[in-house]
């Protein structure tokens, strides 16, 4: 279902996937830097997350700018959570590369508002961008150390911007409940050698899948 989202005097191109049964939860989908909400990993887990009885909602936002691409995905957040069409109990925000900044920055904004209701469940990072290729001695690891719900990285073993012992580092020291998958020798892009990319989706697909289950088990219990 596409749907266009107010954002200030614009709007934001978006796609419900939409499970046969009334979801309880849902997931906010996006793109890394370059690309758009069509970008095939994207698709590929928004139509397997709907598959299995989790409605998702990706979108695309162009802007290179973090704070613009946080300012988005409030919007995105807020639509979702008036929305007459889907009454959920919970969502989780999920993005690809600078999509997952957005998304961190965007739950520890939230959750140091005062009005935090808990509708926000918690965040999967596919290949979160952890420093620029190369310089590994400025990470972007503010929001990550402030968020307190349940956090899933997915990484490639080899991500150019995500040094392996480097993430480690960095998830050890943040206070919320966290997982890290990591590809076995995935690049950023998630490419791997001698692998397709169907095969790849397919693992983080069930990855991000059985722990968006997990957490979402937890909170009933």
Sequence with gaps: VKVKIPFG??????????????PTYGVIL????????????????????????????????????VAYRTKAFKAVVEYLKLSDDYKLSGVFLAGRSMGSRAAASVIRQLSQDDDDDGFIQGLVCLSYPLHRPKLQSKLRDEDLLLISCPVLFVSGSADE?????????????????????????????????????????????????SWLRENVQLQHK
């Design 30 to 65: 996006t793109h890394g830097a370059g690309g758009d909400m069509n970008f095939p990993h994207l698709v590929s887990l928004a139509a397997y997350l709907a598959s299995h009885g989790i409605l998702c909602l990706r979108f695309t936002c162009k802007g290179l700018n």
């Design 9 to 22: 005097n614009k709007y934001l191109d978006a796609i419900f996937s939409v499970p046969k049964k009334k």
């Design 161 to 209: 911007m995500c040094d392996k012992q480097l993430l480690e580092g960095v998830v050890s020291k943040m206070k919320a409940p966290k997982k890290i998958h990591w590809i076995d020798k995935a690049n950023h892009g998630m490419a791997v050698k001698g692998r397709t990319a169907d095969d790849v989706m397919e693992e983080v697909n069930t990855q991000v899948f």
